[in-house]
């Protein structure tokens, strides 16, 4: 082959992943969204929806596969190796990528086998009491705390859940001493918080209101960065003076690192159209979440923060991973 013959193949190489896209704009077929959870849970539920969303606004197939197991590593290690074209990508807590690391070095996958696309939605937590427990505020509650160490019981989803490190980030913000108890999973909690049996728990929205609503037990604060409109009589940590204990998790869109910048920007245009619209917002709080927009940097930028706050809290505290 002759030199220039060589030149002209290398450049079309080179241009083969922008012209295949020019020809075959994306998405030309359906699309896989991957949720790393079992089907009927919060993400499968917003999966669902955005699949339907999706479809309306690009005209083409988007179909929710769950892949569960291993605190949503099997699915983040499916799509991590799954072709970089656009057509599988990850719906998935923000859990995957700012805890599961922290408490796990050999994971089969990371934060930079990805490529950030949006935000969607974020879960909003409330820190609740059972309905005759003594403080009626946060700063009654701090002081109870500290006048009885180790002796209010705090419920927990799980050793080394989110909902452990919220309990853990409101026991330091108000430095007082918590003893956290484990369950598995959050409905043994909430259960227990109803009879009375355990004080305190961190709770998702979804969960909290229409107990708190039903006079079941109380909210005393929430750990969002503003009030919730699902809750608004129920003051922040914020506002309350603690600035330092404010934590949600979220819901974000990744595609496998090194999809076409064009595939990310298309799909990232849609995603905030769709996470904009007042319909998607009213579907979101009905299930107790908030909706969430954002560019790919956005999500980045939060992913990264988020990782090294709770990396810290992880290692200052010494937690351990059930």
């Not at 980030?169 to 909430?190: D, F, S």
């Amino acid at each position: 082959m002759t030199r220039w013959k060589q030149l002209a193949l290398a450049g079309l190489i080179a241009l083969a992943p922008g012209w295949a896209l020019a020809q075959d704009p994306w998405p030309a077929r359906p699309v896989t969204l991957v949720v790393p959870y079992p089907p009927g849970g919060t993400s499968d539920v917003i999966g669902r929806l955005l699949a339907q969303r999706l479809k309306d606004e690009l005209g083409q197939t988007f179909v929710v596969e769950n892949k569960a197991g291993a605190a949503t590593a099997i699915g983040a290690s499916f799509v991590a190796r799954a072709p970089k074209d656009g057509y599988t990508v990850l719906l998935s807590a923000g859990t995957t990528f700012t805890v599961n690391p922290n408490f796990n070095d050999k994971l089969a996958y990371k934060l930079d086998d990805f490529e950030p696309v949006a935000p969607v939605a974020t879960v909003p937590f409330a820190f609740v009491v059972k309905k005759d427990f003594p403080a009626k505020t946060i700063k009654e509650f701090a002081a109870y705390a500290k006048a009885n160490p180790g002796k209010v019981n705090n419920a927990t989803n799980g050793q080394g859940s989110m909902v452990h490190l919220l309990g853990e980030l409101i026991a330091t913000g108000l430095e007082v001493k918590l003893t956290q108890v484990h369950y598995k999973g959050a409905a043994p909690a909430t259960m227990d918080m109803l009879a009375g049996v355990i004080d305190s728990n961190v709770e998702a929205l979804t969960s909290a209101v229409p107990n708190v609503n039903a006079g079941q037990y109380r909210a005393l604060a929430v750990l969002s960065t503003e009030r919730l409109p699902l809750l608004p009589d129920v003051p922040t940590f914020r506002e309350l003076g603690y600035p330092s204990v404010m934590g949600e998790t979220w819901f974000a869109v990744f595609a496998p690192a090194g999809t076409p910048r064009p595939v990310i920007d298309k799909l990232n245009a849609a995603l905030r159209k769709i996470t904009t619209s007042s319909s998607f917002g009213e579907a979101m709080r009905k299930i107790g979440n908030e909706a969430k927009s954002g560019s790919p940097a956005d999500l980045r930028a939060t992913t990264l923060e988020q990782a090294q706050l709770w990396g810290d809290l992880i290692r200052r505290l010494n937690i351990k991973a059930d």
